[in-house]
């Protein structure tokens, strides 16, 4: 299992970045995947959730409204779409897969996962 994130970058506050996961060694819709940030001096924290086999979607309360995880199955590839950052939203970022799903507060710890990507840099700033 192999999962590679990119699309980090700088943007001004109110702007938008559309970061991508691509993935391999795993079927997309059967396992659960979310990313996850981590900004400098703080915790990881997850942002998205997106479970296996319905394809439900969850946010943290501070990114919602504001961003939108999807997947493209056919691509083996995970999006986050994220729309009016803020520069708290000034983090490293990271997808990560588990093989099963036992709810969103699950989904949110990072120890629930089981494959990680590499991360990458978010920064809002003017």
């Known amino acids: 299992v192999q999962l590679q994130a990119s699309g980090g970058g700088l943007v001004q506050p109110g702007g938008s970045l559309r970061l991508s996961c691509a993935t391999s060694g795993f079927t997309l819709p059967y396992y659960t995947v979310a990313w996850f940030r981590q900004a400098p001096g703080k915790e990881r924290e997850g942002v998205s959730c997106l479970s296996r086999s319905d394809g439900r979607t969850f946010y943290a309360d501070s990114v919602k409204g504001r961003i939108t995880i999807s997947s493209d199955a056919a691509e083996n590839t995970v999006y986050l779409q994220m729309n009016s950052l803020k520069p708290e939203d000034t983090a490293v970022y990271y997808c990560?897969?588990?093989?099963?799903?036992?709810?969103?507060?699950?989904?949110?710890?990072?120890?629930?996962?089981?494959?990680w990507g590499n991360g990458t840099q978010v920064t809002v700033s003017s």
């Open positions: 990560a897969t588990a093989h099963n799903w036992y709810g969103s507060s699950w989904c949110f710890r990072p120890m629930s996962m089981d494959y």
